[in-house]
C-alpha cells in the first residue's frame, strides 16, 4: 500500500485538488529561473541559501591548497551570558560585507568584521522571567535579513519570544517597527512580541502562565519577498510529564513595518478544520507543541516557505491523543504571503518517539527519469530521506504505508501503519538482524547472536514498555537518532544533486513509568539556570522514565561497523553513491585483544560529522567526540584530499564566503569545558 497522503483515501481529495490548484499556478516558472539568493562571495542564511543546502560555489580553497590553510581570526562568546556556552550552535551569515550571528545563552546579536574578527556592534535584550525559562536559549542558530529602501536589516527571535529588527550597519532597532514593549530596558521601537499574536493571556514580562503552556524560539526567521515568517519551539517533550500546552503556531509579519500578516494554525481550532479529523479526541483543545524548532527554507520565485515539525505534547505517550495528529512531525509548505497551506506530507503518524524533524526542508532541482523535478528534501533522524515535488508535494518516489508493532502500554493507540521511503534507501542499518551485527570474528558475532535474543527488537517504531516489563529485557528500536540532527545537518550540491548526510548506527529501547511517579513542580532543562517550571495542569497517565541500551560482547559495540560515517546520494536517482568512515576508532577497540590483526581500516569513530560543500570539496568534521580537525574530501567520489588541525572540536556548522579577494572558511568551534562558543575562520596565507 502507497499512502500519498496521511488522510485516508476518502480524506485526500481536498489535499490533492489544493495540491492541483498549486500546480497550475505555479508550474509555468521554468527550473532555471529558480533564485538561491546566494550572491557570488555570500552565505545570507543560516544554512548558506534560502534552499537550505549549506553549500557555496565558492572554489579559491580547493584540493591543491586546503593543506596551506591557516587560522585567520579566532572569535570567542565568552561572556554573553549568566555562564559560557561551549556548545557553539549558531551559523554565521555574511551579507554585504559584514559577518551577522547570534551567540551565548542570552542568544546576543553580534556583528563581526569578516577580515579581523573584530566585534563591530552587538545587542542584548533584557532579562525576562520568558528568557530565563527558555530551554532553547542558547540555540539560536542564526540570522535573517532583508533590505528595505537600500537598507540592510538583520531580524532575530529572541529566547523570551520577540522579534528584533536591527540595522545592520549601526546595530540600531528601525525605526517604525514593531510596537512598544512595556518592560523597563526595552527600545521603543524595532521590536515585536510575538506572545501577543498567539491568542493566549500573558503577561509581557513574565511571558504565559505555566498552567497554559511555553513557548520559545531555536531557529532564525526566513524572509521570504517581503514577509517574515516565525518558526518557535517548546519544552523537549521527553521532560514534559503534563498533558496542556500551547500549539506552536506559525507567525508572519511585514518585513518592511512588522506588522501581523497571517498565523498557521498547527493544530485544529475547531471540528471543521482540514486536520480535525486526525484527532479522534477534542486533545487539540487544550494540547500543543507541534512547533518549528528547525529552520525553514523558501523557494523564492514560487513564493513557498517550508516548514518542519516535531510531535505534540508529549514525547513516548500519546494515549491521551489518539490519532495521526496533525500536522505533528510533518513537513508543510505554505504560501508565503496568504499562510495558505500548499501542501503537507506527515512523516510519523501519532508520533511519539522523538523523530520529529530536526533539519531545513532542502531544496534542490533534479533530473528524475529524463524529467526536471523541483524537489524538496526532508531527512530524519532515523535515516530516512524523504522527497518531494516542492510545488505539489507529491512524492518523487513511492512512500510506502509499513505495518508496524503496536503498543502494550495501557491507554497507548498507536497508527498501525508508518510511511516509509523506497527510495532513498536508509542511511543506517535499521534492524539487528545477524547481517548487522558485530562481525570482527565468528566468535564476537555468536556472542552478538545470544545478546540480541534476549530482546524484541525491530525498527525506528518499536514502541516503549511499561516500567515493570519482565518478558524479556526490553523492546529496541533501531534507527533512534542514527542520522542527522540539529548537531549535524545534511548539506546538498546544487550542481550535482548529491545529497551527503552523517550517520551512525544506533538502537535503544524506552521504558515509561506512572506520570505521578515523575511529575514535579518543575524539572531539569537546559535553561541558563538548568530548571524550568513543569508546564500544564493535567498529569499524563504515563511519562518518560529512561532508556534501554544493548551492550555488545566483551565491551564492544553490537554492531557491526563503520560506527560513523557520510553518505552520498545521488538525488537525480535515489542511489546511494558512496560512504566513507568518519574519524578513527577509539582506544578500547584499538587495543582490544579481541581484535588483534583485525583490520579497522573502515571502523570510523563515535562522532557525528558536520558537513559543507565549497567548490569541488566536500568539509568534515570528525564530531564532537573526535579530534580538532577539519578535511577535504572530492565531493564527487569521498577520496580525502586534506587535513588540517582546528584550535578547539568543530560542531554544528561551517560557512564560507569571499570578502575582499580572499575566500575564509567559518568553522563553529568549542569545547565542553574547556573552550566556549567560538568561530575559527580559516583562510590561505595572504601573498
Given at each position: 500500500?502507497?499512502?500519498?497522503?496521511p488522510?485516508r483515501?476518502?480524506?485526500?481529495?481536498?489535499?490533492?485538488?489544493?495540491?492541483?490548484?498549486?500546480?497550475?499556478?505555479?508550474?509555468?516558472?521554468p527550473?532555471?529561473?529558480?533564485?538561491?539568493?546566494m550572491?557570488?562571495?555570500?552565505w545570507r542564511?543560516?544554512s548558506g541559501?534560502?534552499?537550505?543546502?549549506?553549500?557555496?560555489?565558492l572554489?579559491?580553497?580547493?584540493?591543491?591548497n586546503?593543506?596551506?590553510?591557516?587560522?585567520?581570526?579566532?572569535?570567542?562568546g565568552?561572556?554573553?551570558?549568566?555562564?559560557?556556552?561551549?556548545?557553539?550552535?549558531?551559523t554565521?551569515s555574511?551579507i554585504n560585507?559584514?559577518?551577522y550571528t547570534?551567540?551565548?545563552?542570552r542568544?546576543a546579536?553580534?556583528?563581526?568584521?569578516?577580515?579581523?574578527?573584530?566585534t563591530?556592534?552587538?545587542y542584548?535584550?533584557?532579562?525576562?522571567?520568558?528568557?530565563?525559562?527558555?530551554?532553547?536559549?542558547?540555540?539560536g542558530?542564526?540570522?535573517?535579513?532583508?533590505?528595505i529602501?537600500?537598507?540592510?536589516?538583520?531580524?532575530?527571535v529572541?529566547?523570551?519570544?520577540?522579534?528584533?529588527?536591527?540595522d545592520?550597519e549601526?546595530?540600531?532597532?528601525?525605526e517604525?517597527f514593531?510596537?512598544?514593549?512595556?518592560?523597563?530596558?526595552?527600545?521603543?521601537?524595532?521590536?515585536?512580541?510575538l506572545?501577543?499574536?498567539?491568542?493566549?493571556?500573558?503577561?509581557?514580562?513574565?511571558?504565559l502562565?505555566?498552567?497554559?503552556?511555553y513557548?520559545?524560539?531555536s531557529?532564525?526567521?526566513?524572509?521570504v519577498?517581503g514577509?517574515?515568517?516565525?518558526?518557535?519551539?517548546?519544552?523537549?517533550?521527553?521532560h514534559q510529564?503534563?498533558?496542556?500546552?500551547?500549539?506552536?503556531?506559525i507567525?508572519?509579519?511585514?518585513?518592511?513595518?512588522g506588522?501581523?500578516?497571517?498565523?498557521?494554525?498547527?493544530?485544529?481550532?475547531?471540528?471543521?478544520?482540514f486536520?480535525?479529523?486526525t484527532?479522534?479526541?477534542?486533545?487539540?483543545?487544550?494540547?500543543?507543541?507541534?512547533s518549528?524548532w528547525?529552520?525553514?527554507?523558501?523557494?523564492?520565485?514560487?513564493?513557498?516557505?517550508?516548514?518542519p515539525?516535531?510531535?505534540?505534547?508529549i514525547?513516548?505517550?500519546?494515549?491521551?491523543?489518539?490519532g495521526?495528529?496533525?500536522?505533528?512531525?510533518s513537513?508543510i509548505?505554505?504560501?508565503?504571503?496568504?499562510?495558505?497551506?500548499?501542501?503537507h506530507?506527515q512523516?510519523?503518524?501519532?508520533?511519539?518517539?522523538?523523530?520529529?524533524?530536526?533539519?531545513v526542508?532542502?531544496?534542490a532541482?533534479?533530473?528524475?527519469?529524463g524529467?526536471?523535478?523541483?524537489?524538496?528534501?526532508q531527512?530524519?533522524?532515523?535515516?530516512?530521506?524523504?522527497a518531494?515535488n516542492?510545488?505539489?508535494?507529491e512524492?518523487?518516489?513511492?512512500?510506502?504505508?509499513?505495518?508496524?508493532?503496536q503498543?502494550?502500554?495501557?491507554?497507548?493507540?498507536?497508527?498501525p501503519?508508518?510511511?516509509?521511503?523506497?527510495?532513498p534507501?536508509p542511511?543506517?542499518?535499521?534492524?539487528?538482524?545477524?547481517?548487522n551485527?558485530?562481525?570482527?570474528?565468528?566468535?564476537?558475532?555468536?556472542?552478538a547472536?545470544e545478546i540480541?535474543s534476549?530482546?524484541?527488537?525491530?525498527?525506528p517504531?518499536?514502541p516503549?514498555?511499561?516500567?515493570g516489563?519482565?518478558e524479556?529485557?526490553?523492546?529496541?528500536?533501531?534507527?533512534?537518532?542514527?542520522?542527522?540532527?540539529?548537531?549535524?545537518?545534511?548539506?546538498?550540491?546544487?550542481a550535482?544533486g548529491?545529497l551527503y548526510?552523517?550517520?551512525?548506527p544506533n538502537?535503544?529501547?524506552?521504558?515509561?513509568?506512572?506520570?505521578?511517579?515523575?511529575?514535579?513542580?518543575?524539572?531539569d532543562?537546559t535553561s541558563?539556570?538548568?530548571?524550568?517550571t513543569?508546564?500544564?495542569?493535567t498529569?499524563?497517565?504515563?511519562?518518560?522514565?529512561r532508556?534501554?541500551g544493548?551492550?555488545?560482547p566483551?565491551g564492544?559495540?553490537?554492531?557491526?561497523?563503520?560506527?560513523?560515517?557520510?553518505?552520498?546520494?545521488?538525488m537525480?536517482?535515489?542511489?546511494?553513491?558512496?560512504w566513507?568512515?568518519?574519524?578513527?576508532?577509539?582506544?578500547?577497540?584499538?587495543?582490544?585483544?579481541?581484535?588483534?590483526?583485525?583490520?579497522?581500516?573502515?571502523?570510523?569513530?563515535?562522532?557525528?560529522s558536520?558537513?559543507?560543500?565549497s567548490?569541488d570539496l566536500?568539509?568534515?568534521?570528525?564530531?564532537?567526540a573526535g579530534?580538532?580537525?577539519?578535511?577535504?574530501h572530492?565531493?564527487?567520489?569521498?577520496?580525502?584530499?586534506?587535513?588540517?588541525?582546528?584550535p578547539?572540536?568543530?560542531?554544528?556548522?561551517?560557512?564560507?564566503?569571499?570578502?575582499?579577494?580572499r575566500?575564509?572558511?567559518?568553522?563553529?568551534?568549542?569545547?565542553?569545558?574547556?573552550?566556549?562558543?567560538?568561530y575559527?575562520a580559516?583562510?590561505?596565507?595572504k601573498?
Amino acid at each position: 500500500m502507497t499512502r500519498m497522503s496521511p488522510l485516508r483515501a476518502s480524506e485526500r481529495r481536498p489535499a490533492q485538488v489544493a495540491g492541483i490548484l498549486a500546480a497550475a499556478l505555479l508550474f509555468a516558472l521554468p527550473l532555471a529561473a529558480q533564485n538561491r539568493d546566494m550572491p557570488e562571495g555570500e552565505w545570507r542564511y543560516q544554512s548558506g541559501d534560502a534552499w537550505g543546502t549549506r553549500s557555496s560555489p565558492l572554489s579559491d580553497i580547493d584540493a591543491d591548497n586546503f593543506g596551506d590553510l591557516e587560522v585567520a581570526w579566532m572569535w570567542r562568546g565568552d561572556n554573553f551570558g549568566p555562564k559560557p556556552s561551549f556548545l557553539s550552535k549558531s551559523t554565521p551569515s555574511y551579507i554585504n560585507g559584514k559577518l551577522y550571528t547570534v551567540v551565548g545563552y542570552r542568544r546576543a546579536v553580534v556583528a563581526i568584521d569578516p577580515a579581523s574578527g573584530e566585534t563591530l556592534w552587538t545587542y542584548t535584550e533584557p532579562t525576562t522571567r520568558r528568557f530565563e525559562e527558555s530551554m532553547r536559549s542558547s540555540y539560536g542558530k542564526g540570522v535573517a535579513y532583508a533590505e528595505i529602501d537600500g537598507k540592510l536589516v538583520i531580524y532575530v527571535v529572541s529566547p523570551g519570544f520577540f522579534l528584533h529588527a536591527f540595522d545592520g550597519e549601526t546595530g540600531e532597532h528601525i525605526e517604525g517597527f514593531g510596537a512598544p514593549v512595556d518592560i523597563p530596558g526595552f527600545p521603543k521601537t524595532g521590536v515585536v512580541d510575538l506572545l501577543a499574536h498567539f491568542g493566549y493571556n500573558y503577561d509581557p514580562y513574565e511571558g504565559l502562565a505555566p498552567t497554559v503552556g511555553y513557548i520559545t524560539n531555536s531557529s532564525p526567521p526566513i524572509v521570504v519577498n517581503g514577509t517574515i515568517v516565525v518558526g518557535n519551539s517548546a519544552a523537549q517533550g521527553y521532560h514534559q510529564t503534563r498533558i496542556e500546552n500551547v500549539p506552536g503556531d506559525i507567525l508572519a509579519f511585514d518585513a518592511r513595518t512588522g506588522d501581523f500578516k497571517w498565523k498557521f494554525n498547527v493544530t485544529p481550532r475547531s471540528e471543521d478544520d482540514f486536520a480535525a479529523s486526525t484527532w479522534e479526541n477534542d486533545a487539540w483543545k487544550w494540547t500543543g507543541d507541534v512547533s518549528s524548532w528547525a529552520p525553514l527554507s523558501a523557494d523564492l520565485e514560487r513564493d513557498i516557505v517550508y516548514i518542519p515539525t516535531n510531535a505534540p505534547t508529549i514525547d513516548f505517550y500519546g494515549g491521551f491523543r489518539p490519532g495521526d495528529n496533525l500536522f505533528g512531525t510533518s513537513v508543510i509548505a505554505l504560501n508565503a504571503q496568504t499562510g495558505e497551506r500548499v501542501w503537507h506530507f506527515q512523516t510519523t503518524h501519532h508520533p511519539i518517539w522523538n523523530h520529529d524533524l530536526p533539519n531545513v526542508p532542502i531544496l534542490a532541482d533534479v533530473e528524475v527519469n529524463g524529467e526536471k523535478v523541483p524537489m524538496a528534501i526532508q531527512t530524519t533522524k532515523q535515516g530516512y530521506t524523504f522527497a518531494f515535488n516542492r510545488e505539489t508535494g507529491e512524492p518523487v518516489w513511492p512512500i510506502e504505508e509499513v505495518e508496524v508493532p503496536q503498543s502494550i502500554v495501557p491507554g497507548e493507540k498507536l497508527s498501525p501503519t508508518q510511511p516509509v521511503p523506497t527510495v532513498p534507501a536508509p542511511v543506517e542499518m535499521l534492524d539487528l538482524s545477524e547481517d548487522n551485527l558485530i562481525d570482527y570474528t565468528p566468535e564476537l558475532r555468536q556472542k552478538a547472536i545470544e545478546i540480541v535474543s534476549e530482546y524484541t527488537v525491530g525498527g525506528p517504531y518499536m514502541p516503549p514498555v511499561p516500567k515493570g516489563y519482565e518478558e524479556n529485557k526490553g523492546w529496541i528500536a533501531c534507527g533512534v537518532h542514527s542520522a542527522v540532527n540539529i548537531t549535524h545537518p545534511a548539506a546538498l550540491d546544487p550542481a550535482t544533486g548529491i545529497l551527503y548526510q552523517s550517520s551512525g548506527p544506533n538502537c535503544s529501547g524506552r521504558i515509561v513509568q506512572p506520570g505521578v511517579d515523575a511529575d514535579q513542580s518543575d524539572h531539569d532543562c537546559t535553561s541558563p539556570s538548568g530548571k524550568c517550571t513543569t508546564i500544564g495542569e493535567t498529569i499524563a497517565d504515563w511519562v518518560n522514565y529512561r532508556a534501554i541500551g544493548i551492550a555488545g560482547p566483551d565491551g564492544l559495540p553490537i554492531y557491526k561497523p563503520p560506527y560513523s560515517r557520510v553518505t552520498a546520494i545521488d538525488m537525480n536517482t535515489g542511489e546511494h553513491l558512496w560512504w566513507i568512515p568518519i574519524g578513527e576508532p577509539n582506544d578500547r577497540i584499538k587495543n582490544h585483544p579481541a581484535l588483534e590483526g583485525v583490520d579497522l581500516s573502515n571502523v570510523g569513530g563515535q562522532g557525528r560529522s558536520i558537513l559543507m560543500v565549497s567548490g569541488d570539496l566536500l568539509l568534515t568534521t570528525e564530531g564532537m567526540a573526535g579530534p580538532r580537525v577539519l578535511n577535504a574530501h572530492d565531493k564527487r567520489t569521498g577520496e580525502k584530499v586534506g587535513s588540517i588541525e582546528l584550535p578547539a572540536i568543530g560542531m554544528y556548522g561551517m560557512m564560507t564566503y569571499k570578502h575582499e579577494g580572499r575566500q575564509y572558511i567559518v568553522v563553529q568551534t568549542g569545547q565542553r569545558g574547556r573552550v566556549p562558543e567560538s568561530y575559527t575562520a580559516l583562510a590561505l596565507p595572504k601573498e
